[in-house]
């Protein structure tokens, strides 16, 4: 009984012991993560050997030594005697700050997360590749091949990244592959194609195509197309009104029959139109220095890791600085001696939808103009972490594939089901080769020679040059469709229906050194109706781009300190329109209505009235427009803008939708709804917040925060950042998006630029480290820091913390 007795604790201990060195399903093995040899103690170890000064690195592959300066902000300034070093360096120091980011992202976008979490990923990983995301990569990639340049970049970013992971044991795996139990695996060309693909998914793959058929079919066209027209009440165009057009159009195609759309009613991924950006540029007319002065601040995801990471590329024939997505190579948008550039999405209609009728449930052939045709299958193999792998097939027409058959459930974004998706991510392209003529660019000939290769997702890029030019082009590759081609689904068997080309690239909007002294795009729409071709019926809200057309055209004498001021700009020039309106229908006393009426409409972030307005518009539209237009599961519907609210308010008091057809026995009017959504909107702040007050500040009720890649990783995020903003504003900070790059640059002759930019990050990707998310606080208070633009790589700076160099 004694020996019974000492034996079960030591039974007892093994059994933990092997318990905790091994993973349970997707859960990691607690033994090595809380391990003091191999667990995340090691990573703030680690991070504290940054600060070491001086560092020599032997890395395979090298031609040259290369040599690399970090700053006071841990960005890396890279001296190259060649592309391929330049390249390679900038692979290694990229994966030696943001590995995990770098393949994560990559696994996600490739559809390979159940082999990291297990089955829980697959209907994810399997939305990935029915909507053709390795599909695109691959076509993507053979066309980057075409340019040698490019080619030499991306294998050499693959060697650089290789050579970094294989110097790591398995105790300095970044902390991320501790908390999901497993590894780094080589980094080949085909994944840096993959995540400059899944910028298309990001930003270019938003459809409202069924929501508006079923509208067309409930309501008919009529009311279709007057709930939601074609071209706002108020917009303010990307390229100014009467701009000169310098090419002839070539012949539209003619429109396909009308189609109602009668597949199944499944709902579709929606355009976010938090998910913009802003850039512009001023002349040197308007300067206080006589050059011109660029600024962009992309909006997107706020999160931790950053999407950017800044760095300096030196090498024969290029100097350039600017952020770059880690996990492709070059710079993305940013500076060089002679020129700048910055990019925002342009949200053009390049992703259409074709019901397909297949021949029987084979389904190995379909009806198209007026003939059987072959589809083509492609088998996508799914390896899940602790289950079998997983065997899937794709039937594609020579639209695209099928992303979801009649019978099958679609993931949650939605797809249409029985349709297939014709998309210009899945076109061959070349957008490596325009960042990397960009890099070098000198002058607008070589911007404009850049921007022939770019195709997706379609940017607005802004340009300045220290020749004085500033210009815009809205540029990617456009479907050559007819007028509303895409706006609903589309029939799959008639010819008429097939994209017929392409806009010409020399035919995209652009403009160059325009009369008013600047040029700006913040998402909206890029023309005025004159333009001869089709981009698309919906674009962002037009209010952020009215107000920084507004500033701009009133400033004179401008510094980079006043764009850094418009950059941060809170003022809502939406409450400015509507709330005088919604007023005159209010008969209340509520403190909340005083607090309003000496609102200075300014989304500050202790603003009460901000939070007040904003969250009586959301209730608004859907007091307004839900019992006719509630996006439900069967038959999900848009709600029709606010914009088209406004013009209703100001034009249609007696329009028949302000009455709620779901309440029986009583006719609503204007003023009901608006009062009614007014206390609505009281008594959701006071459920959410308590008593009015203190808490009702905006940034409180708005909670913005820049959040860990990783779901739930609260710990490794930063909540509830004191920021203002708001979707419709300039300064567009929202819960979970906002300015993630804001730089700002002017220009000079002698090639000395100067340059402000901060991003809501750090350069780090390891959260022991200081660099993790310093510049978050910078970058909620507006305020941006300087850039260290070096010459050469023995240039002194008091800035300058730490030199490494690499030789093979």
Known sequence: MKFIKSIIPLILAILVTIGWDRSWGTIPPFGKLLSPYHGFWINAELAGSEEMSEEELKIPGLIKPVKIVYDEMAIPHIFAENDHDLFLAQGYVTAKDRLWQMEFQTHFAGGRISEIVGEKG???????????????????????????????????????????????????????????????????????????????FVLASGTDDLKMTNILRQYGREVAEDLFPNYPFEESPIIPAGSPVDFKPVPIPAAPKDFMGLGSAMKTPEKDPNIGSNNWAVAGNKTVSGMPILANDPHLTLSLPSIWYQVQLVAPGVNVYG?????????????????????????????????????????????????????????????????????????????????????????????????????????????????????????????????????????????????????????????????????????????????????????????????????SSANQFSTDPSYPYYLGWQYAPSERGRRINERLAAMQKVTIDSLRGLQNDNMNIRARKLLPLLMRSVKSTDKALGILKSWNLQNAPESIGATIFETWVLNLQAFLWDDEFASDEKIPMNRPSIDRTIHMIEHEANARWWDNVKTQGQKETMDQII???????????????????????????????????????????????????????????????????????????????????????GQSGNPGSAHYDDLIDTWAKGELRPLLYLDNANQSSSRIRKTITLSK
């Open 122 to 200: 697959l209907a994810s990983d399997q939305f990935q590749r029915r909507m053709g995301s390795v599909y695109g990569a691959e076509q993507s990639f053979e066309g980057m091949k075409q340019d040698p340049q490019a080619k030499v970049a991306l294998e050499a970013y693959s060697e650089g990244i290789n050579a970094y992971i294989a110097s790591l044991s398995e105790r300095e795996l970044p902390l991320e592959y501790k908390l999901l139990n497993y590894k780094p695996e080589p980094w080949t060309p085909i994944k840096s194609a993959l995540f400059l693909k899944n910028m298309s």
């Open 323 to 519: 952020s770059t997505m880690p996990g492709t190579p070059n710079v993305i948008t940013g500076f060089n001696k002679n020129i700048a550039w910055g990019v925002t999405n342009v949200g053009s209609d390049v992703l259409d939808w074709y019901q397909v009728k297949f021949k029987d449930a084979a389904k190995l052939e379909y009806w198209h103009d007026g003939q059987w045709k072959k589809t083509k299958l492609r088998i996508e193999t799914f390896k899940i972490k602790g289950k079998k792998d997983f065997v899937d097939t794709v039937f594609f027409t020579h639209h695209g594939p099928v992303v979801y058959l009649s019978h099958e459930k679609a993931f949650k974004s939605n797809i249409p089901v029985g349709h297939a998706l014709r998309w210009i991510a899945h076109e061959k392209s070349q957008e490596l080769t325009t960042f990397y003529r960009l890099n070098r660019a000198k002058n607008y000939t070589d911007y404009t020679e850049a921007l022939r290769y770019f195709s997706a997702p379609a940017q607005n890029f802004v340009f300045a040059s220290n020749e004085g030019d500033i210009a815009l082009w809205v540029n990617g590759k456009f479907p050559l469709k007819s007028k509303l081609q895409g706006k609903y689904l589309m029939d799959g068997t008639d010819a008429a229906a097939d994209w017929k080309g392409y806009i010409p690239q020399a035919h995209n909007p652009h403009v160059k050194n325009p009369v008013r002294g600047f040029v």
């Open 675 to 761: 009062s009614t959504s007014f206390q609505a909107t009281l008594d959701t702040l006071v459920k959410q917040h308590g008593a009015l007050g203190a808490d009702w500040a905006w940034y409180k009720h708005k909670q913005t925060g820049v959040r860990h890649l990783i779901p739930g990783m609260d710990a490794l995020s930063r909540l509830n950042i004191p920021i203002g903003g708001g979707g419709s504003i300039v300064n567009a900070s929202t819960t979970k998006t906002g300015p993630s790059w804001r730089f700002i640059v002017e220009l000079s002759k002698t090639g000395n630029p100067k340059a402000y930019g901060v991003y809501p990050g």
